[in-house]
């Protein structure tokens, strides 16, 4: 079975400012990683995700991640954030061998001008 | 691409009723689709995965005959909550991959259901 823990619960920032998202995650073999952005009522929109390969991984609006094995980590940066990005965002993991994810319990990042 | 809609998007129903979302996939054809549920400040919670044209399979603790899912083509699936109680308002999402063992699943906006 998987697991993945979202470490910070709430983030908020200044407009502008650099923001990191923290996501660990376990497995007992290898797997897919994912972020997802939900904006208040609506459902949830893929921002990137880790198959295999490069380990930084570049997504939509200027977000970005990186997959590192040793830490079991997939944190997601963004280097300037905007008021826009304002939403709760999801880790999720799912197995090579399947499609079913497995959800963190989300970071909402409040973005503050 | 890769377009997921629901219906309703928010539905008000009196306790006892039966209420049916609806998942579909526009522009490409889902094997497979999920259905979560999310409580508020929450995380999403898998409920069922369902398979076009085979029984759903239902995650540990969820009531397939409280929650009954239908996957009747490769574009639709149902989810119809039955004998609703105030306990079962919740926001309800589907999401559909394109294959099976596909790594992206595509989700819809939700579905708000509140039972009086």
């Known amino acids: 079975a998987q697991s993945v823990t979202q470490l910070d619960s709430q983030v908020p920032v200044f407009e502008e400012a650099p923001v990191e998202l923290r996501c660990n995650y376990s497995?007992?073999?290898?797997?897919?990683l994912f972020w997802y952005v939900q904006y208040p009522n609506q459902g949830l929109q893929l921002l990137l995700k880790y198959l295999s390969g490069s380990t930084l991984v570049k997504g939509i609006n200027g977000f970005e991640a990186e997959f590192n094995k040793s830490q079991t980590s997939f944190h997601l940066r963004k280097p300037s954030v905007h008021i826009s990005d304002t939403a709760e965002y999801f880790c999720?993991?799912?197995?090579?061998?399947?499609?079913?994810?497995?959800f963190g319990e989300g970071t909402q990042l409040t973005v503050n001008p | 691409g890769a377009v997921v809609s629901q219906h309703p998007s928010r539905v008000i129903c009196k306790s006892g009723t039966s209420v049916k979302i609806e998942c579909r996939s526009l522009d490409f054809q889902a094997t497979t689709m999920f259905w979560y549920r999310q409580f508020p400040k929450k995380s999403l919670m898998l409920m069922a995965t369902s398979n076009e044209g085979s029984k759903a399979t239902y995650e540990q603790g969820v009531e397939k005959d409280k929650f009954l899912i239908n996957h009747a083509s490769l574009t639709l699936s149902t989810l119809t909550v039955t004998s609703a109680h105030p306990e079962d308002s919740s926001f309800y999402i589907c999401?559909?991959?394109?294959?099976?063992?596909?790594?992206?699943?595509?989700f819809g906006p939700g579905t708000r259901l509140t039972v009086l």
């Open positions: 999401s559909a991959s394109v294959l099976a063992g596909s790594d992206t699943q595509y």
């Open positions: 497995s007992s073999v290898s797997v897919y």
């Open positions: 999720a993991v799912s197995t090579a061998s399947g499609s079913r994810l497995t």
